[in-house]
């Protein structure tokens, strides 16, 4: 059976920051086939939610579908409703997948609520910036903080809202979704838009 993602969308979730995660899911799929590894599921607490962008989505599942038996990992996309308390569940799973060494992801307001939790007091970690995230009173990570796109650090993986694609690229890496080549071409072709990136990356090994 494969394993399963999580990619939580929230009401108001950033469409932009999760193009690149929902591609490289699907062509994990197209890819291997039968020998693909996962399954992406979109999930919130409701079925119908909308983007920031305006695009409306029916996820998957609900929270309490999901099956913590087979998950694999859970990402978190950002938008503008994490302080509202209905999130409080989604963040509750995801600091317990993370005791169980579980690959938890978040990106942009993400990191915001997961710093609220206390989460990021522990791992290496960024955001949108260290005064972003200072705005939590649970938040006492400075001496972790790191100022760039993307960091992953054991199982959590954290990013920039201007970091989509590094984000990608870590989720990729940390579930060894292709191999080391595929996902180094992926990124510098989405980097540069230079054509021998993409050449490289149909030959290399999936």
Same mark, same amino acid.
């Given at each position: 059976m ?6 939580? +969308?929230? *009401? ?6 999760? !193009?690149? @995660? %929902? =591609?490289?899911? $699907?062509?994990? #799929?197209?890819? &291997?086939?039968?020998n ?26 609900? +929270?309490? *579908? ?6 694999? !990992?859970? @990402? %978190? =996309?950002?938008? $503008?409703?994490? #302080?509202?308390? &209905? ?15 579980i690959?938890?992801?978040?990106i ?26 200072k705005?939590?009173?649970?938040y006492?990570?400075?001496?972790k ?23 990608t690229?870590?989720i ?35």
């Open positions: 494969k394993k399963i993602i999580y990619l939580y +969308l929230l *009401d108001s979730f950033a469409d932009w920051e999760i !193009g690149h @995660i %929902l =591609s490289v899911f $699907k062509m994990e #799929e197209d890819l &291997k086939k039968e693909s590894k996962y399954k992406l599921k979109t999930v919130n607490t409701t079925k119908t939610v909308e983007s920031l962008g305006g695009l409306k989505v029916t996820c998957d599942c609900t +929270l309490d *579908d999901i099956d913590f038996e087979n998950i694999a !990992g859970l @990402i %978190l =996309s950002g938008g $503008k409703t994490w #302080e509202n308390p &209905k999130q409080e569940k989604i963040l509750d799973i995801a600091e317990d997948l993370i005791k169980k060494d690959m938890v992801a978040g942009c307001g993400a990191t915001l609520a997961l710093s609220k939790k206390g989460i990021l007091n522990n791992y290496l970690h960024t955001s949108n910036s260290i005064d972003y995230l705005m939590s009173p649970k006492s990570g400075t001496n903080y790191i100022d760039t796109l993307c960091v992953s650090n054991l199982n959590l993986i954290t990013a920039s809202s201007a970091g989509s694609l590094e984000f690229k870590e990729m890496k940390q579930l060894n979704l292709f191999s080391k080549d595929f996902i180094e071409n992926f990124y510098n072709y989405f980097k540069t838009g230079k054509l021998d990136y993409y050449n490289s990356m149909i030959k290399s090994k999936f």
